[in-house]
């Protein structure tokens, strides 16, 4: 196991390092320059031009300002935001637990729908059941977010009034956020009815979120779950004469899980992307439409930092999902 | 449904503030957060209406809804003979916001005036790069060039000297980067060691005091109970929920769970003026969009060519599929919400064939050229790319051949600043201090070719105009020269004016008071919610 560990450990600081690589010179070969864009149709001198350029660093090679910026890195310094001065960091901190419950929400909400819905659409293959589910999938899957979103805010908030429109508190409450989770902080700062409000708040955002990994997870499972029921070993299990809830429960899951999981760690990726629409539809805090804004504005710290940030947490993600792989499957943890 | 979650959430409302009676809190469902909370260095009117409106003040305000420049932290003023020196009387008894970690000792007074100007202008001053900001607005209204010196006459009173006579300086005053700051706190920050809580929790005269920011979610303000204008600001909290979505701002009015928004789509506003529970006010925006032809390039260096090509022009058409009725055609290069607008000048006719013959008159045949279509959206060009499409369509049948041609948005501003530039450019602008000057000398001076003048347009009768204006101070003196000046810009033809935007606020019918600015803010001190 702390070999496997060490192997997936080395890939990752690879990757890190790439990926700052391509981060840094990604937002720089896009056309627009930071400065002209921040002066907008007023325009600036050419002095100040320059001037800002030195404040900038631009004025330095290419070369130098990505050894600057990776040395920076390394000791745990992403820069600041051009626009509002304040460490990437610091901003990031201050958003990302909104992406993560959001996120976290979404994707329970799909495994905890999406595995049982594939696991019997499986073992009632080709009925009813299993052509609705798999005809809902494909439409949850090839659904646009946002008019997807948009649909459910104008029936359930507009039309039904059931869920608040977009937020992630009702304004009437105000309270300390400590940890950033509001359905923690709701809970800590005592307030009769800001739970609830929480709750009410992360509802459509987090239906919209995981519909897409849901229909994923769901035609995964059902496929994977499909292949395992035509394998000998079942076979024998049903001459056996076991009841077919240990049959489809312990022996067929549990084997289909290894694709179903690779799924899942995999939709974490979808996810952040998805979040992005999702956060700017429902006006939701997170860090989605903070990096938008920061690549229309061209704030190369802010692009930069986020970029590495993210693909942090989804490496840490996949770290994770391999991890798994060896507890479920031991053939993957011993082989050379 | 939406009755009764009202009632729930005003019985809510009513449950928190305790037994008081019911606090009044008017929620604004902003577009975007804010930059920062220091207006001097940002220059975005999301940012202003979050500072400067609600928190600061300034030595001169513009009253709101119009582009008069009224007193505000100074009570009266005056110019020197020349031109050259303007004394302020300031308002005695103003008292500035507290918060945790600042409780003012003493009114406001000159020292404050001198801190909010001198830390843009000295570069030794401990203030100038303490936020690591720049002082953008300052500096493009060109103020370092042009303020010589601040002095403090006494606690009360405080004179500004100036390098050149320059009319608009009182309309300067009254902008967002003149908004004036306690010196008291920056001096308590700086001793804390924390200089850039200037800029995160603002401490002002205005009429609310900043409580608490939530990035990209929610803004809190409370009254301030010693606001210097009686009876203001008359609700007792304001909330900015951020929603960047148009259209979900729009289920949020419509649901209750906000009073008032800005920006909404143009395809929305027919629907929001049948629906009863809003309102929708509306004003012409003090803007304009216009396309500028590259008059240093032939055959566009001649004004019967321009003119030719203004008359093809189907401004009508524009107005509808662009604008979607958002917008009314322009004329003048200054929208009519300004003073001096010059109301007796005609606009070009749409006639196709006079256009045709005027071009074959001047021996101007098989012409082709480029429109340049802004990549981004602004009030002023809704859809420049559709804008173009129809430009395209209507020099085409005056045998013009048209390629549209676009760049990503900073490389559009650079490249079109080009005096060689090939094309004429779809840009336009929107005022900062209400003056012409803004204007007609920022966008067709002969000081602004090669940069905000994309016309590059230097024409002698024009700038001798303009210039003068400037020198003077008797406003009708200046009504006239400024009237004057369209009339040339009209014959000269460098543009082809095409739109003013109308902007519209959706509101819900409890809110009473609310102007439309014309110059683009969002200001609530004098809204009150109906019971």
Request: hydrophobic fraction near 45%; glycine fraction near 8%.
């Given at each position: ?48 031009y ?28 992403l ?39 594939g ?63 509001m ?20 509802i ?14 769901a ?67 997170g ?19 986020g970029l590495l940030l ?16 060896g507890?479920?499957n ?7 | ?9 005003a ?62 932290l ?70 370092p060039d ?27 005053l ?5 908004s ?17 809580m ?73 629907a929001?003026?049948d ?43 524009i ?6 009725g ?72 005056i ?108 509101m ?24």
């Amino acid at each position: 196991m702390l070999r496997f560990f060490i192997s997936r450990l080395s890939t990752f600081f690879v990757t890190f390092v790439g990926v700052t690589l391509i981060s840094f010179a990604f937002i720089r070969v896009i056309p627009g320059d930071p400065i002209i864009v921040m002066a907008g149709e007023r325009g600036m001198s050419q002095e100040r031009y320059e001037e800002l350029s030195r404040q900038y660093g631009f004025d330095q090679p290419v070369l130098t300002q990505f050894w600057d910026y990776l040395t920076g890195v390394l000791q745990g310094d992403l820069g600041q935001s051009f626009v509002t001065k304040k460490p990437v960091w610091d901003e990031f901190f201050a958003l990302f637990p909104a992406t993560l419950e959001l996120s976290l929400c979404a994707i329970i909400l799909a495994i905890a729908l999406g595995i049982p819905a594939g696991v019997i659409a499986a073992v009632n293959r080709g009925k009813f059941f299993d052509r609705a589910l798999m005809s809902s999938a494909l439409v949850g899957y090839s659904m646009p977010i946002f008019w997807w979103a948009l649909l459910l805010i104008i029936v359930f908030s507009g039309n039904l009034g059931w869920t608040p429109v977009s937020g992630r508190m009702g304004l009437l409450y105000y309270f300390p956020t400590p940890t950033g989770f509001m359905l923690i902080d709701s809970l800590l700062s005592g307030q009769s009815g800001a739970f609830v409000s929480a709750v009410q708040h992360l509802i459509l955002p987090t239906i919209v979120l995981a519909t897409i990994p849901l229909a994923v997870i769901a035609r995964q499972t059902r496929s994977a779950m499909l292949e395992v029921l035509s394998e000998d070993y079942i076979r024998t299990a049903r001459a056996k004469g076991l009841k077919p809830w240990r049959i489809n429960g312990l022996h067929a899951l549990r084997n289909a899980m290894i694709p179903v999981i690779t799924v899942i760690g995999l939709s974490v990726g979808t996810l952040l992307a998805g979040a992005i629409l999702t956060e700017t539809i429902f006006s939701w805090p997170g860090i989605g439409k903070w990096m938008v804004d920061s690549i229309f504005r061209r704030d190369y710290p802010v692009v930069q930092g986020g970029l590495l940030l993210v693909a942090v947490v989804v490496m840490i993600v996949n770290l994770i999902v391999d991890m798994l792989y060896g507890l479920i499957n031991p053939r993957i943890r011993t082989r050379k | 449904m939406t009755l009764k979650r009202l009632m729930v959430s005003a019985g809510i409302a009513a449950m928190l503030a305790g037994s008081a009676a019911a606090q009044q809190t008017l929620v604004y469902c902003s577009e975007g957060s804010p930059e920062g909370f220091d207006p001097a260095l940002f220059t975005s009117g999301t940012t202003f209406d979050a500072s400067s409106h609600p928190v600061y003040n300034r030595l001169a305000e513009f009253k709101t809804g119009t582009t008069e420049v009224v007193p505000g932290l100074a009570e009266s003023w005056e110019a020197s003979e020349d031109g050259l020196e303007y004394t302020f009387h300031l308002r005695s008894g103003v008292k500035f916001h507290s918060n945790d970690n600042f409780t003012p000792s003493r009114d406001f007074n000159a020292d404050d005036v001198i801190f909010s100007f001198e830390r843009q202008r000295l570069e030794d001053h401990p203030f100038h790069s303490a936020s690591g900001g720049s002082w953008e607005y300052f500096q493009s209204m060109s103020m370092p060039d042009l303020i010589t010196s601040v002095e403090k006459v006494d606690d009360m009173t405080v004179k500004f000297v100036l390098s050149r006579p320059e009319a608009p300086f009182i309309a300067n005053l009254a902008m967002d980067f003149a908004s004036i700051l306690s010196a008291e706190y920056a001096d308590a920050m700086m001793e804390a060691g924390t200089p850039e809580m200037l800029n995160q929790a603002p401490v002002g005269t205005g009429p609310f005091s900043f409580v608490a920011y939530q990035k990209d979610a929610v803004i809190r303000y409370a009254k301030n109970p010693d606001y210097w204008a009686d009876g203001l600001p008359k609700v007792d909290n304001l909330v900015f929920a951020i929603t960047p979505d148009a259209s979900v701002r729009y289920q949020k009015l419509q649901a209750g769970e906000c009073h008032i928004m800005p920006y909404p789509n143009p395809a929305d506003i027919q629907a929001m003026q049948d629906d009863e529970a809003v309102t929708v006010a509306q004003q012409e925006g003090l803007n304009v969009g216009y396309l500028a032809y590259n008059t240093t390039v032939a055959p566009f260096d001649n004004p019967k060519v321009r003119k030719a090509l203004n008359m093809a022009i189907d401004k009508q058409a524009i107005i509808d599929v662009v604008f979607q009725g958002s917008g009314q055609i322009a004329k003048n290069p200054i929208p009519p919400t300004m003073w001096s607008y010059n109301d007796a000048v005609e606009d070009d006719a749409f006639d196709p064939e006079a256009a045709k013959e005027m071009l074959e008159a001047e021996g101007v045949s098989d012409l082709s050229m480029k429109i340049w279509a802004m990549p981004v959206q602004r009030p002023y060009n809704p859809n420049a790319r559709r804008m173009a499409e129809l430009m395209q369509a209507d020099f085409g049948k005056i045998g013009v051949d048209v390629e549209i041609v676009s760049y990503e948005w900073g490389e559009y501003l650079e490249r079109s600043r080009a005096k060689d530039r090939d094309g004429a450019v779809l840009l336009g602008w929107t005022g900062d201090n209400g003056d012409p000057d803004n204007f007609l000398a920022v966008l067709l001076g002969c000081d602004a070719v090669e940069a905000s003048n994309r016309a590059q347009w230097c024409h002698q009768p024009f700038e001798d105009l303009i210039q003068e204006a400037k020198t003077v101070t008797d406003p009708a003196e200046r009504t006239r020269l400024y009237e004057e000046a369209q009339v040339v810009f009209k014959e000269q033809a460098p543009w082809a004016t095409i739109a003013h935007s109308v902007v519209f606020m959706p509101m819900r019918p409890e809110v009473e008071g609310y102007k439309v600015h014309p110059l683009g803010g969002h200001i609530f001190t004098d809204v009150s919610l109906a019971e």
